[in-house]
């Protein structure tokens, strides 16, 4: 839950929180249920993460 998280980020410095929930960069056909993203959303993550996290591009990183 978002208070575990918070809980988390504010007692130890190496631990970040992204709230993605509402990110209107996803789309429904990002999803493969509910809950869970599908492939190509899970890319779309992937590359939001490498880049708010300065890690450069993604495609080395990914296993295909």
């Known amino acids: 839950s978002r ?3 918070h809980y988390l980020v504010r007692n ?9 929930w ?3 960069r996803f789309v429904d056909e ?3 249920d509910a809950d869970h993203l599908g492939p190509l959303g899970a890319r779309k993550l992937t590359a ?3 880049a708010d996290l300065d890690l450069g591009p ?5 296993v295909r």
């Open 3 to 5: 208070s575990i998280a």
């Open 12 to 20: 130890n410095s190496n631990v970040s929180f992204r709230d993605l």
């Open 22 to 24: 509402s990110d209107q």
């Open 30 to 32: 990002d999803f493969s």
């Open 48 to 50: 939001i993460l490498a």
């Open 58 to 62: 993604v495609d080395s990183m990914l």
